[in-house]
């Protein structure tokens, strides 16, 4: 019986251990784009996770700002984004497993434009289509 359990912790190890590499996904793998539409002054960005904290950037017009991740095992993976522009802001959910239909080919790609937040999934040609605005 300990044995079964051990050998069942390991296997669980394995497979946590296994969905957080990128490259060798054993669940979907993703790539999220937030790209920079915007003039100058540079878009400020903060995305994370549960897990990983992407840290504090700044980009500029046209900068495609991206990360690929493996989806959890327990399919609850979420991923938001805070961004700040002159005197706006806005706070969204880049990736949810539950909405992982939307970024088909594992691509979710977003523009960040003065007049709100697009988003298209799969791979170009897009039709992107307006999500989020920006609050005051
Ligand atoms: C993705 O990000 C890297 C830097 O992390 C960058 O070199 C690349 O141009 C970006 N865009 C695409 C489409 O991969």
Redesign the pocket.
Known sequence: MKNLINFLTLLACVFLTMSRTTTGCITPKF?I?VVNKLPSPQLKLHCASKNDDLGYKTTSENY????TFCESFWSNTLFFCSLAWKNNHVKFDVFTSKKSDDCFDGTCYYEIWDDGIYFAGGDAPRILQKKYDWQQ
């Open positions: 790539t784009h495609d700002y991206n990360w």
